[in-house]
């Protein structure tokens, strides 16, 4: 039995005891002292005992005479002391979670793959234990029940409301508390002892996270239980980002931080925040323009290096960070890595292949990023459930900057000089684009006036508002319908993994076909995925809807640059593609204010609609406003982009 605290886990075992008068039970209630396997096993003995008189004589001896044997001594006394019994018997641990160790699972897996067929195990656990129950599972033997089925919904949480005295409450005022609060037990039956006689009204919209009486709960029954280190961990992260591209687009986020408040606290969006994903997104796109202007005048290498020399002290700083202060320096950091490094190589290709191969190039480039976030995001989740949430996945962040660095200082050459060589044999054929346009002209074109710029830069910003989404929310969705960390490990994978795979695909395609209709299908099609998503309930509907998006945004995330290198002048299109950047990356803010404000005012799905028709309405645009621009510019010498030998 596995969910958050305050889902009534323990009651709900209590009244099994008290009602099921046929089985005998063991109940231990663990606390953190039962990480030695001695007490532990000293406490199981006892407790069984107390119901099989002829269990624990030979046992106690065995785990006393063997300490550092339980294994292969004590269990074995124990496992044969409870075969010789007969009936039903079911031992109960309760608050696992405070003495999970991986000596203590290892042992209570050879318990239950070695137990008699008389004797049930029960783990009650605010986290999956890292067990080996796969076999178990396989042949029926294992019952799970998590946060989904322990959540009320509005007919449970009729007959709660009506048992807790609380008469008169409308059906649309029960489901939006529960709404509110995620079907979460705890904060209902705190409503149910404040719930005024009259004017309920205030009372029901003013019941949010940020309600004193919730805070009072949150931090007496879950911050309060929890070891001092890992509060003051969760308060530094809880409106922040750790990781984000430059260092694999979030070497844990994708997976982990959206979860933190709702795995750890029992929260859902309403109360957790996506403050995280605001303070990505604005950090990483000025920095984009700055990257650009600075490439454009003293060399692509140079700026590339520099980013990584940036990021050397991030991962450091985060494992060791004592407050919030040093995380919020690390932060500051990754904006700047982000927006010197991520995107460098996209400019550096744009000037090598020239534009007949311009989209390939792009799908080629984003699809080696994009795959490495989908193999990042998965092995992060596994890391995070198996060694905890931190140091141990941010070694990768350690291991991506050495890796970084060293291409960059090394392997990487200037590109620079292809770019000159295609401007000298550029032929303009709007009078606009000329090459000698200011650095405010070029944000004013890229923004707002040249039509084809300004399309594709909402598109990106609609794009990233989608990727904020699946990043900050779908986590969080997922895991109020019971998936485990793991599970949504795996879905924060296959996105990224359908989108860096397609993208292989969608650049080349988008240089014969063209970028206009490539990028506006896939608006719709990532509009569908959505869709699903809101609509979904379990898992294998959610794998099919992130698949989805991700082939949606593998349409649509290289053509749009190749897009931009089409249109921009080759004088300014790096400086272009800092403002296209601009706009984009602060998709993730807007995104994330916009889901909050929805989400808050009304459900977490509700929410997702929203998102899934203004990306619908974004594809539209593009059709509309949007011209041709494969083909858009020409040049004097053919194999443009390439500097001729000698």
Request: charged residues 15%; proline residues 4%.
């Given at each position: 039995?596995?969910?958050?605290?305050?889902?009534?886990?323990?009651?709900?075992?209590?009244?099994?005891?008290?009602?099921?008068?046929?089985?005998?039970?063991?109940?231990?209630?663990?606390?953190?002292?039962?990480?030695?396997?001695?007490?532990?096993?000293?406490?199981?003995?006892?407790?069984?005992a107390q119901r099989e008189s002829a269990v624990g004589g030979r046992s106690l001896e065995a785990l006393r005479s063997n300490p550092d044997r339980v294994v292969d001594a004590a269990l074995p006394v124990l496992i044969d002391e409870l075969a010789e019994g007969a009936g039903d018997l079911v031992v109960i641990l309760d608050d696992f979670h405070r003495a999970e160790t991986s000596e203590i699972n290892a042992q209570i897996?050879?318990?239950?793959?070695?137990?008699?067929?008389?004797?049930?195990?029960?783990?009650?656990?605010?986290?999956?234990?890292?067990?080996?129950?796969?076999?178990?599972?396989?042949?029926?033997?294992?019952?799970?029940?998590?946060?989904?089925?322990?959540?009320?919904?509005?007919?449970?949480?009729?007959?709660?409301?009506?048992?807790?005295?609380?008469?008169?409450?409308?059906?649309?005022?029960?489901?939006?508390?529960?709404?509110?609060?995620?079907?979460?037990?705890?904060?209902?039956?705190?409503?149910?002892?404040?719930?005024?006689?009259?004017?309920?009204?205030?009372?029901?919209?003013?019941?949010?996270?940020?309600?004193?009486?919730?805070?009072?709960?949150?931090?007496?029954?879950?911050?309060?239980?929890?070891?001092?280190?890992?509060?003051?961990?969760?308060?530094?992260?809880?409106?922040?980002?750790?990781?984000?591209?430059?260092?694999?687009?979030?070497?844990?986020?994708?997976?982990?931080?959206?979860?933190?408040?709702?795995?750890?606290?029992?929260?859902?969006?309403?109360?957790?925040?996506?403050?995280?994903?605001?303070?990505?997104?604005?950090?990483?796109?000025?920095?984009?323009?700055?990257?650009?202007?600075?490439?454009?005048?003293?060399?692509?290498?140079?700026?590339?290096?520099?980013?990584?020399?940036?990021?050397?002290?991030?991962?450091?700083?985060?494992?060791?960070?004592?407050?919030?202060?040093?995380?919020?320096?690390?932060?500051?950091?990754?904006?700047?890595?982000?927006?010197?490094?991520?995107?460098?190589?996209?400019?550096?290709?744009?000037?090598?292949?020239?534009?007949?191969?311009?989209?390939?190039?792009?799908?080629?480039?984003?699809?080696?990023?994009?795959?490495?976030?989908?193999?990042?995001?998965?092995?992060?989740?596994?890391?995070?459930?198996?060694?905890?949430?931190?140091?141990?996945?941010?070694?990768?962040?350690?291991?991506?900057?050495?890796?970084?660095?060293?291409?960059?200082?090394?392997?990487?050459?200037?590109?620079?000089?292809?770019?000159?060589?295609?401007?000298?044999?550029?032929?303009?054929?709007?009078?606009?684009?000329?090459?000698?346009?200011?650095?405010?002209?070029?944000?004013?074109?890229?923004?707002?006036?040249?039509?084809?710029?300004?399309?594709?830069?909402?598109?990106?910003?609609?794009?990233?508002?989608?990727?904020?989404?699946?990043?900050?929310?779908?986590?969080?969705?997922?895991?109020?319908?019971?998936?485990?960390?793991?599970?949504?490990?795996?879905?924060?994978?296959?996105?990224?993994?359908?989108?860096?795979?397609?993208?292989?695909?969608?650049?080349?395609?988008?240089?014969?076909?063209?970028?206009?209709?490539?990028?506006?299908?896939?608006?719709?099609?990532?509009?569908?995925?959505?869709?699903?998503?809101?609509?979904?309930?379990?898992?294998?509907?959610?794998?099919?809807?992130?698949?989805?998006?991700?082939?949606?945004?593998?349409?649509?995330?290289?053509?749009?640059?190749?897009?931009?290198?089409?249109?921009?002048?080759?004088?300014?299109?790096?400086?272009?593609?800092?403002?296209?950047?601009?706009?984009?990356?602060?998709?993730?803010?807007?995104?994330?204010?916009?889901?909050?404000?929805?989400?808050?005012?009304?459900?977490?799905?509700?929410?997702?609609?929203?998102?899934?028709?203004?990306?619908?309405?974004?594809?539209?645009?593009?059709?509309?406003?949007?011209?041709?621009?494969?083909?858009?510019?020409?040049?004097?010498?053919?194999?443009?982009?390439?500097?001729?030998?000698?």
């Amino acid at each position: 039995m596995s969910a958050p605290a305050g889902f009534g886990k323990t009651t709900l075992l209590t009244e099994w005891v008290e009602t099921d008068a046929a089985t005998r039970f063991a109940w231990v209630t663990l606390d953190p002292g039962d990480v030695e396997p001695v007490r532990l096993w000293t406490h199981v003995i006892a407790a069984i005992a107390q119901r099989e008189s002829a269990v624990g004589g030979r046992s106690l001896e065995a785990l006393r005479s063997n300490p550092d044997r339980v294994v292969d001594a004590a269990l074995p006394v124990l496992i044969d002391e409870l075969a010789e019994g007969a009936g039903d018997l079911v031992v109960i641990l309760d608050d696992f979670h405070r003495a999970e160790t991986s000596e203590i699972n290892a042992q209570i897996t050879v318990f239950l793959r070695y137990r008699p067929s008389r004797v049930q195990l029960v783990i009650s656990t605010r986290s999956d234990p890292a067990l080996g129950v796969a076999r178990l599972r396989a042949s029926g033997d294992l019952v799970e029940v998590r946060a989904a089925s322990l959540r009320f919904d509005d007919a449970e949480l009729s007959r709660f409301f009506d048992g807790s005295g609380v008469t008169g409450l409308s059906p649309l005022d029960q489901h939006r508390l529960a709404e509110r609060t995620g079907g979460w037990p705890a904060p209902l039956r705190l409503a149910a002892l404040l719930m005024p006689e009259k004017d309920r009204e205030p009372f029901i919209e003013s019941f949010t996270g940020g309600s004193r009486q919730v805070v009072d709960c949150l931090t007496r029954e879950v911050l309060d239980l929890l070891e001092p280190r890992t509060r003051d961990f969760l308060l530094q992260v809880s409106v922040l980002d750790w990781f984000n591209g430059a260092l694999c687009d979030a070497v844990q986020e994708r997976t982990v931080v959206a979860l933190l408040a709702d795995q750890v606290f029992g929260l859902t969006a309403l109360v957790s925040g996506l403050s995280f994903i605001v303070a990505f997104g604005p950090g990483q796109g000025h920095h984009q323009l700055l990257r650009r202007t600075l490439s454009d005048r003293y060399g692509r290498k140079p700026v590339l290096v520099a980013g990584w020399l940036v990021a050397i002290p991030v991962p450091l700083l985060l494992i060791w960070a004592p407050s919030w202060g040093w995380v919020v320096f690390a932060n500051v950091l990754l904006g700047v890595n982000q927006g010197l490094t991520w995107s460098t190589t996209v400019i550096m290709k744009i000037d090598l292949v020239g534009p007949a191969r311009r989209g390939r190039a792009m799908g080629f480039n984003e699809a080696a990023g994009y795959g490495a976030l989908a193999l990042t995001a998965m092995a992060t989740g596994y890391l995070a459930q198996t060694y905890g949430l931190r140091p141990t996945p941010f070694y990768l962040g350690i291991a991506f900057v050495a890796l970084g660095l060293g291409l960059s200082a090394f392997a990487v050459k200037e590109t620079r000089d292809h770019a000159r060589f295609e401007a000298a044999n550029h032929v303009n054929r709007h009078d606009h684009l000329h090459g000698g346009r200011t650095t405010r002209q070029i944000f004013w074109l890229t923004s707002v006036k040249e039509r084809a710029l300004s399309a594709a830069s909402r598109a990106g910003l609609v794009n990233n508002l989608n990727d904020g989404l699946a990043w900050g929310v779908f986590p969080i969705l997922f895991a109020s319908r019971g998936l485990s960390i793991t599970q949504i490990g795996v879905l924060a994978g296959i996105y990224p993994a359908m989108w860096g795979i397609g993208q292989l695909l969608a650049g080349g395609l988008s240089d014969r076909l063209g970028r206009k209709w490539l990028i506006a299908v896939g608006m719709w099609v990532q509009a569908v995925g959505i869709a699903v998503v809101a609509l979904g309930t379990t898992f294998a509907v959610w794998a099919v809807a992130a698949a989805v998006i991700g082939a949606g945004t593998a349409m649509v995330y290289p053509t749009l640059l190749a897009a931009i290198g089409d249109v921009a002048h080759p004088a300014w299109r790096a400086r272009s593609v800092g403002v296209y950047r601009l706009w984009r990356d602060s998709g993730f803010a807007v995104g994330a204010l916009l889901v909050g404000i929805v989400a808050d005012a009304t459900t977490l799905v509700a929410a997702i609609w929203v998102v899934a028709a203004i990306t619908a309405a974004s594809g539209v645009v593009v059709a509309i406003r949007m011209f041709e621009t494969l083909g858009h510019h020409a040049s004097t010498t053919p194999g443009v982009g390439q500097v001729p030998a000698g």
